[in-house]
């Protein structure tokens, strides 16, 4: 564990950098790319010519003698929730950031949007099961909150279970919410709990990748360990075509990860450690302002 010092360094270093990237590329559109914000009622006032007869207010006309009609106003207020893989896989990194920094990095830029919106953002931090559950709320000090504990917050477990961990998060959020899923997505039997989470909320998938995972190199004989079960494996790395088929397997897993997510609705967006996470985020809140104009 950091010293006190080096940790508030740390998150200061990326509040900074984070706190200038929302407000250059997020302000403005933030609001307009998230599906079903919904309405919000807003007042009961006398009817006037044009007004929708379905949002007449029969009692309050009844007891006036006068028609009233209801009148809402759209709900402007988010709900952001973090929902943030803390497995053993998430150590891994071979670029200038691991995937649990790049992480980290991710949850700032989206939790500074969501304060400079007035939103409220939460945090949840799972492994083979809920480790972590802040619920959402507003401010500075609940993003630091976020930002210090996605850094440096130390798990019990080191394995993965995504699902469990979206269905807490489905009966934890008591309003529609826009949830990012952010993980390497290092499990199986997850696909119908998003699913249904995503029909009631706005659920984005991040998913967090590392080039060595597509290539091993011509490092000779090396040892590799998994980092959630331990397990060991011994790997020639120069062994004809091992890294054209690890690329290949890995590609086509991510292609069929990425179709099933996609063919319920969820978006997905791909961030490597060897990038800033800045150009896919950018990237994604382009495409969704695209699709919604259409």
């Known amino acids: 564990m950091p010293d006190t010092h080096d940790l508030l360094r740390k998150v200061r270093h990326i509040e900074i950098r984070t706190d200038r990237l929302s407000e250059d590329f997020f302000a403005g559109g933030y609001h307009s790319v998230f599906k079903g914000l919904g309405i919000e009622f807003d007042e009961v006032r006398e009817y006037v010519a044009g007004d929708d007869v379905r ?3 029969w009692n309050v006309t009844a007891r006036t003698g006068s028609p009233h009609v ?12 973090l929902v943030v893989d803390g497995s053993g896989s998430l150590d891994f990194g071979t670029q200038e950031r691991s995937k649990e ?18 939103d409220k953002v939460g945090l949840l931090i799972f492994t083979d099961d809920v480790e972590l559950f802040i619920v959402p709320r507003k401010g500075r000090k609940q993003v630091l909150r976020v930002i210090r504990e996605v850094l440096y917050f130390q798990a019990r477990s080191r394995g993965t279970n995504l699902r469990g961990a979206i269905e807490f998060a489905t009966r934890a959020l008591s309003r529609r919410a826009v949830v990012f899923v952010v993980s390497d997505f290092r499990d199986e039997g997850y696909l119908d709990a998003l699913a249904i989470a995503d029909r009631r909320h706005d659920v984005i998938a991040v998913e967090l990748r590392d080039p060595r995972e597509l290539s091993l190199g011509n490092a000779g004989l090396i ?10 494996i011994t790997v020639d790395t120069t062994a004809f075509g091992l890294n054209k088929q690890l690329a290949a397997r890995q590609a086509k897993s991510a292609q069929e ?10 978006d997905v ?14 990237q994604f ?9 259409r």
């Open 285 to 293: 809140f382009a495409r969704r302002r695209r699709r919604l104009r």
């Open 70 to 81: 209801k009148s809402y106003v759209e709900e402007r207020e988010l709900t952001v929730l």
């Open 269 to 282: 967006i791909e961030v490597s450690t060897a990038q800033s996470p800045v150009d896919p985020l950018v």
């Open 223 to 232: 040892e590799l360990e998994d980092a959630e079960t331990g397990r060991r």
């Open 257 to 266: 990860r990425h179709h099933a997510l996609r063919s319920q609705g969820i």
């Open 55 to 57: 949002s007449i207010d």
């Open 101 to 118: 920094e790049t992480a980290a990095e991710i949850c700032a830029l989206l939790a500074f949007s969501a304060i400079k919106n007035n």
